[in-house]
């Protein structure tokens, strides 16, 4: 059975930072192309704040969030994680963890957690 399960997510103060945490099982990493984090704040469409390939380990950021946030991995875990730094309400969102296969593309999504930046 194909679990992703986010966590890590919860309220803090503008200039804080938050660790969240994708686990996934079910999964083969060889079956995995890449994880992305991305999040969805209310009225707004969701976006995609960073990925991991996990053929390279290579990472991709946007520029709006590259200085703050960093993803990486630790395959013996069957984890992706997500260190956001110096937060800003503008962060506030429900973030998501999407795994794609290398079988066929398809996109696994979590069930998301929740980040609330207080001014």
């Known amino acids: 059975q194909l679990q992703v399960v986010e966590s890590g997510g919860g309220l803090v103060q503008a200039g804080g930072s938050l660790r969240l945490s994708c686990a996934f099982s079910?999964?083969?990493?060889?079956?995995?192309?890449?994880i992305a984090w991305f999040r969805q704040a209310p009225g707004k469409e969701r976006e995609a704040v960073s990925a991991?390939?996990?053929?390279?380990?290579?990472?991709n950021t946007p520029r709006s969030v590259e200085n703050r946030f960093t993803i990486s991995k630790d395959n013996a875990k069957n984890t992706v994680y997500l260190q956001m730094n110096n937060l800003k309400p503008e962060d506030t969102a429900v973030y998501y963890c999407?795994?794609?296969?290398?079988?066929?593309?398809?996109?696994?999504w979590g069930q998301g957690t929740q980040v609330t930046v207080s001014s």
């Open positions: 991991i390939y996990f053929g390279d380990g290579s990472t």
């Open positions: 079910g999964f083969r990493i060889k079956e995995i192309s890449l």
């Open positions: 999407n795994i794609r296969s290398a079988l066929n593309g398809t996109m696994y």
